[in-house]
């Protein structure tokens, strides 16, 4: 992951009509400054391949992140001597840089002190390819981990270390925290009370430096290349082997929580009557999902409850809003995971799982996953509408009564729509399913039939709600 | 339309968490800066309608332009004494400016002069409302002028002395051309040569004085509200009456380009087999067009070719992707539009003419059309693609051959998709339709049927083309 | 002066070396965009005069602005066929607008029923070269009037309708103000009470439609080029004859105030031991002051109150920090002015009044005015410090007592600093002065002298004050 | 020096007064942002630690750069409830990282079998607290080094393994070379041939990920602090010794090549009459030179020659104009220099050697300077001009002639300028010297006297130029 760049190639207009008011002319190169690690224009043909290595090795190059080559719309046709080109070989892999060995064996002394400790593990330990010695690591010393929603996978999620189903309890009686490639940002509550311990020591291990230190002082700081500092690591409990007692207080607190999380999930899976609730859902789903697919979500409820419910167990194999929280990024995230599955013949399938809000945003781009046929099996969430919607019933009670747009939220859609066909009307395969019974039978099929995309449109209660949270504060911010 | 602000209202994240990582935290009013006439955060709620007020004053004052206003997360729930805020007044009308007096003179008699002349109605006449001042000067003074892509209506295209249909010859032969707020941009091919005579003077009336002399040292300068200035110029043309000889050399050359091309135009609407053309299908759709509708528009060749067929007879009733050629913002003008129509009574239609591509970028708006039951009729005209797309029989061979998305140009879609499907998902009506009889029946019920909005499917010759043309040089540039 | 377009050439680097880490490489054009109306780089060579005629037309045409036109180094030494270049002819002067004639009947009607009128003359006006029409409208309907600081001049100061010595009274109380291109920003006290009533009407005249109805709504606003809409007003008045009653309350009101301030300042003026006061100063200038010199002024207290007493006659005659109050341009202000007066063989002075802080930030650019020998008198006047500085006495005790710097403020300087010996340095007469006596005989001697540039550092009390305020409110603000 | 943050605290208006016209109102952090690493305005008066500590640590993590914090001009006299300000501690110090020590094995071999090796250490080096280790290397493994300008220091320039006098050759022939912290910029001719030999092996060494690769595909790259980074490469040296020999035949090319230029130099040097050339300006003032001093240098041939002879013994004791070329930056640095030795009580002479065009952007600091008795000795090493000025006999033929500003070149001063008495002008000590035993008499009582700063106007050929170079191509970019 952190090994492909991102590049994002534009087009200006004609230098020669620049000021001119030339067809889409703008400053695009300054345009997307403020978006990219690197922005620029070739200043001629025969600079192209300077710049595109520059683009894609600075991407890649420490914290990786985006980059925007502008191409003006001149240079399509123009003619250059191949001789005057600067061919340029592409970038070596990026460079390694680990923790100071000082820093890494107080680290170690810290994780041996703590008295409750919990690992989590972020989306920089995917980039880093850092899975095998995390995972060494939490096996050899015991220790429970929470991975931030892009981080899920490095470790599977099944992994009876994990205490994502107590999540809040783990953050906020944990004493020592160890963040691998996990930012302390609105995600992780800033890493502030009342969500965390006053007193809780934070080891942040980052490749970024500013990074280090944001919103709350930590401890101590790895800064370096995260997978070879899980190494480092690694090689102090090698040196010295230790563990963290499996019966010690804290474990049993987090595994009671754990089950009664779990229990409470079940019991809201088990409601299935008139409409299924969101645990209905992710727990059909999550039954029939293959081990290696690739999980792409968006959505407000539907992500959110999605992640908790619907398990990963690779690295790098779910793509999520992030972040960010942009919505419609979604099907862009399939379509590019797929076609690089697709290429490479690898066999897997992508699950999209959407909100029916977000799936507004992009839903178009079916059309291109039916072009190009891919592997794609799209869920639709539906629960006409954001957070909620209105039934069928009440919706038609206010038209009747006036104008149901006037009076309906306008966060409701109207009920009941029928995005499975989106994806007939471009070839696809599409299911409109109200049960569990239909939401597993289609799925199954869906699954099974490689040589086509499908959509299942998943008819919910329109006030499905998520559990009750520990904190009203900041509920938007739950991994 | 100049009267109506255009205000973007953002939401930065909450002010108390910048720079730790907020929720979708970012720059907004800095990101807004290239985009807007003005980009601010309101200091305070107090400060909310100073803001806003100066918001929709810079929107509408002077040449009208988009603003932004940011209103920060915190400011959703915060509390403020009712009587710390400063309340303000809407701000006064635009304020109207004229032309100085001896300009005019000198314009009026650069006209009478004319041996050529020739009147460019731009999108600023239909802004200022110019329309009745416009038309009696066209017609006391016998004319012939040519409107933009927007400025079509301020005179009803199918007036005897628009010239539309000998555009190319108009532009290219006029010894004097008075542009009433149309820019010499690469809609008009800069005002430069071949496009233009190298000795054409240039008359330009803008209320914008920078855009005065752009790419062309004009004649003639004529800095105003263009409303105001048209009147000053009748003035002159009551003052001393004069008019254009009808029965002139250069009348007589543009109605003879006029009858030809649109001889060639009918003669390529005729023909009706296997599949349609553009034209075929222009003249069908025009044929059943309300004069008062909106016409909403965006795509390559349709809208391009579109804007030559379709005939608007009001001023403000034509939403096109215009100057910056931006596509996807058709369905939003299309809502925007029937919002107020319906709003307000009106009782008229939005007829929104889109190609397939165009219709790709927010076709998911339909559910928003549907939502609330707005009075649009959506036609997409579809080729198969961008310019040019392939049948399904060829795609099918590719397919055999190997696999179709490898070797069909990345610009051709699947053939035949169903778009009116999207349609009928939300609710509305969708027709897919081969022949000119379909085409119109279609129409016909779908603008009869003022209880749902439709969508009709036209498919079309899949290397259906335009007009062969007189200047292969920016063709992209034909209005 | 809005003849007179304001382009900043600037020199990035080579192209071919960009994102390479080359010498002075900079995102230049980007740069500049926040502080200028155009900033390009011109695609090539042969762009170069359509980007400079762009930058200058840009310049001059409607609010007048910097532009910033950008050269690459490789520019420099490139060579090109002559015939490829595209010369452009420059562009034709600035076009004029007027305002609509009715709501220039209304403005002549709100004025005859002003019981308290003002006319305020701003920058604009004298911009726009209107001096004659606003100085027939003053005498013709004896209006009073208070120019701003860039205004002064336009109608000479002494002008016995200039009520600038009651400048706070008049705002405070007038009922109807007419706006002639001055802004209502922090200058004027963004037009608020309680530096004016709740209820004055206020009369807009400018060239910038965005300009109109900032921070307080107008009664009535007249767009258009201020001369032309003078002339407009004036046409009223001509029409229908009427004048403010010379003897009415408001007049005398006025010329009381007057009378009592200008007596305050003479009694200041007249305190002449031990050190001069800014009065002092100022009064001894100003009778030496040429009709037709160029004043040049930036500093706090010394701009502020110089501006007060140095009458100018003349428009166009008065540089000054401005709205945007940017110390270190006076130099650069006075050696432009300087320039034009000596390459046309104007024969005028150029009189650069500076504060001590201020004549910091550039006063190198002295030997710029030796090596070009340039007409400039050079006053600095001298309080030890920004607002007020210690004298040598305190200064020494502190030294002696510790450190002075440590204990001084840091806005005092070293006391008695010889800033003539900047001058005598590079060539040019200086003069240390410390009485009103020796202030007028170096005053007179370096006016007589139009060999050399020469520069009186004088000496006052280092608690030079101004007179007392009105308003603690704003002080800055006076102009 | 890295520890040392550059934290840019700026003033922008009332937040109240926004959008109005304030006094100076303007997007400051907005217009910081391309000019530094972090640029912000704290949301509240309680935000300020908060915003404070991450632009220090922001400014001292990673790569070091500027930051800037934006206090609006209300916050000055706002109260807070000092309880609800929230406190932060001071950041940790900025944590280090190191290289993977397989690539440290590699660059170890790759040294070792170099045949014509070189170290180049740059200012990231000195930043870095590197010199300990650099120098053991050198040392230890006999290699020739050469200092970057703001790297000099790092290890003594009289340090006989030094090869800057044979700079060209050594770059131009060597075929390994070791970047510690210095960047293929233009200043070190991108490491292009024919500067370079193309097949010379890079190896870098830098803490900013995104540097490595730049304009040249090195064939190593060690990632890390450059501290840490050369303690890992001397323990590889250290577990198998080796040493360069230092018979080799590039040490006798080296050395053969320092001999001829030094010789060179040291003619130059002798040449005393009629006036002073800058070899023989700098080396009187190398003889004189404290080894302690801090040396500040800016100007064109005044910094690039007076590089090459005045020799720095410690590191971080060279503030430079650097990569940038910024003139104007020189007293400034000086200040900042002689302030932390005056506050610190160190003892050291701050030297600023600057051209006289140099001297002229912000020679008015002399007065901060004098004000703050601060232990600078000011060189202006004086030609009359940029690059070369006229003698005074030329320029007063000119003179007579016609007028000399308007013939001669626009590089050009005024000849003989007294810039010694802007330092008498505020009380420090001059000196205009124009044979090299003025020169040496000035200069030692200069060091001598404790008491007051200095300035010695160093007069010299009009005319004086450099020392032939190797290659016209990128002259100005010789270190």
Redesign the interface.
């Known amino acids: 992951m952190s090994k492909r760049p991102l590049i994002v190639i534009g087009g200006s207009s004609e230098?020669?009509?620049?000021?001119?008011?030339?067809?889409?002319e703008?400053?695009q190169?300054?345009?997307c400054?403020?978006y990219s690690?690197?922005s620029?224009q070739p200043?001629?043909i025969e600079?192209i391949p300077?710049?595109i290595?520059?683009a894609v090795?600075?991407s890649i190059?420490?914290r990786p992140g985006a980059c925007y080559v502008d191409i003006p719309a001149d240079f399509v046709n123009l003619q250059v001597n191949v001789n005057s080109v600067k061919y340029?070989?592409c970038?070596?892999p990026?460079?390694?840089?680990?923790?100071?060995?000082s820093?890494v064996q107080l680290a170690a002394s810290v994780i041996r002190n703590a008295k409750q400790p919990l690992l989590i593990i972020g989306k920089g330990a995917a980039y880093a390819h850092a899975e095998e010695g995390i995972r060494k690591l939490v096996e050899q010393c015991k220790l429970p981990f929470l991975p931030t929603p892009m981080g899920k996978g490095v470790i599977p999620d099944n992994h009876p270390n994990c205490v994502r189903a107590a999540r809040s309890r783990a953050l906020q009686f944990a004493d020592v925290i160890v963040l691998f490639g996990a930012?302390?940002?609105?995600i992780l509550h800033?890493g502030l009370p009342p969500r965390y311990r006053p007193d809780v020591k934070f080891i942040q291990i980052d490749i970024?430096?500013?990074e280090?230190?944001?919103?709350v002082?930590?401890s101590l700081?790895?800064?370096?290349?995260i997978n070879?500092v899980t190494k480092q690591l690694l090689e102090q409990f090698d040196k010295t082997p230790w563990q963290y007692p499996p019966e010690s207080q804290w474990w049993k607190t987090l595994r009671e929580k754990m089950k009664s999380n779990e229990a409470a999930s079940k019991e809201l899976a088990s409601k299935k009557s008139p409409l299924m609730n969101y645990y209905t859902v992710f727990f059909c789903v999550q039954e029939q999902l293959p081990r290696d697919c690739i999980v792409v979500s968006e959505g407000a409820n539907t992500m959110d409850i999605g992640r908790t419910v619907l398990e990963n167990y690779l690295p790098r194999h779910r793509l999520d809003a992030g972040?960010?929280?942009?919505m419609g990024v979604g099907l862009g995230f399939a379509i590019a995971a797929a076609v690089v599955v697709k290429a490479r013949h690898l066999g897997q399938r992508v699950i999209c799982v959407e909100g029916d809000s977000a799936?507004?945003?992009?839903?178009?781009e079916v059309?291109t996953i039916?072009?190009?046929?891919l592997p794609i099996v799209l869920l639709v969430v539906n629960n006409n509408g954001i957070y909620q919607g209105l039934d069928a019933d009440t919706w038609n009670e206010m038209l009747n009564a006036g104008d149901a747009?006037v009076v309906a939220p306008p966060s409701c859609?109207?009920p009941n729509?029928?995005?499975?066909?989106?994806m007939?009307?471009?070839?696809g395969k599409g299911y409109f399913v109200q049960t569990p019974e239909e939401l597993q039978e289609s799925l199954k099929q869906s699954l099974a039939d490689t040589t086509k995309p499908s959509l299942i449109n998943i008819m919910i209660e329109t006030q499905a709600m998520r559990k009750a949270q520990d904190f009203q504060w900041l509920t938007?911010?739950n991994m």
């Open positions: 230098r020669s009509q620049e000021t001119m008011g030339a067809f889409q703008f400053p190169v300054e345009a400054r403020l690690k690197f620029a200043s001629s600079a300077t710049i290595e520059k090795r600075c190059y420490g340029v070989e970038c070596m990026p460079p390694v840089s680990m923790a100071e060995t820093a930012r302390l940002n609105w800033f970024c430096a500013e280090l230190g944001n919103n002082r930590p700081t790895l800064l370096g290349d070879a972040t960010f929280g942009t799936f507004g945003f992009s839903g178009m059309e039916c072009r190009y046929n747009t859609f109207l729509l029928h995005y499975e066909q989106i007939t009307a471009f070839g938007r911010s």
